[in-house]
Antibody, heavy 117, light 112 residues
Framework: EVQLVESGGGLVQPGGSQRLSCAASGLTVSSNFMAWVRQAPGKGLEWVSIIRGDGTTDYAASVKGRFTISRDYSQKTLYLQMNSLRAEDTAVYFC???????????WGRGTLVIVSS | DIVMTQSPLSLPVTPGEPASISCKSSQSLLTSNGFNSLDWYLQRPGQSPQLLIYLGSYRPSGVPDRFSGSVSGTDFTLKISRVEPEDLGLYYCMQSIETPWTFGQGTKVEMK
């Protein structure tokens, strides 16, 4: 059974940094496309970033240059390093397995990031 | 970026009755291998999204067959043949033909 569990959320000041983790079981992070999607309070879903099996990455324009997606060599954890955080980055962040760029079939429960002074 | 426009944004439904949600993309989602890169997701209250339909009309295993997806050019439709109480929530379409993947605004399905 595939499970994705996010962690690392919390309260951070504007301009600060936070690293989110997504622990995977039942699938190998390094051989899958993995994505981050976020949802601001009371708002819709927003795609944030993807890392493909070959290691290439893409980002939403709103986070490009500030966020970095990566994975560890144990093949079990996906990360999202978030720098220069802004109030508008406040959201629940979900990690998901992306099926070769066609759809996201496994999702974690999400971790809440609040950017506020 | 590709813009995805859903309608309606709110859909009151009656259990046992059919329901339909539309999604229109600002450009073609047809890939070179003949598939449409359009997914439908359901987010029940307090839960993470769940994949309902992928490639426009394909249903993953475990998704009830009362859910179906159809395509006509850049117009996509999600149909529920008979609404069940557990179908309440927010429905999103999403394109994955080019990054950034983009979602529709969401359609809130609620009981009348």
């Amino acid at each position: 059974e595939v499970q994705l569990v996010e962690s690392g959320g919390g309260l951070v000041q504007p301009g600060g940094s936070q690293r989110l983790s997504c622990a995977a079981s039942g699938l190998t992070v390094s051989s899958n496309f993995m994505a981050w999607v976020r949802q601001a309070p009371g708002k819709g879903l927003e795609w944030v970033s993807i890392i493909r099996g070959d290691g290439t990455t893409d980002y939403a324009a709103s986070v490009k240059g500030r966020f970095t997606i990566s994975r560890d060599y144990s093949q079990k954890t996906l990360y999202l390093q978030m720098n220069s955080l802004r109030a508008e980055d406040t959201a629940v962040y979900f990690c998901a397995r992306d099926r070769q760029g066609t759809s996201m079939d496994y999702w974690g429960r999400g971790t809440l990031v609040i950017v506020s002074s | 970026d590709i813009v995805m426009t859903q309608s309606p944004l709110s859909l009151p439904v009656t259990p046992g009755e059919p329901a339909s949600i539309s999604c229109k993309s600002s450009q073609s989602l047809l890939t070179s291998n003949g598939f449409n890169s359009l997914d439908w997701y359901l987010q029940r209250p307090g839960q993470s999204p769940q994949l309902l339909i992928y490639l426009g009309s394909y249903r993953p295993s475990g998704v009830p067959d009362r859910f179906s997806g159809s395509v006509s050019g850049t117009d996509f439709t999600l149909k529920i043949s008979r609404v069940e109480p557990e179908d309440l929530g927010l429905y999103y379409c999403m394109q994955s033909i080019e990054t950034p993947w983009t979602f529709g605004q969401g359609t809130k399905v609620e009981m009348k």
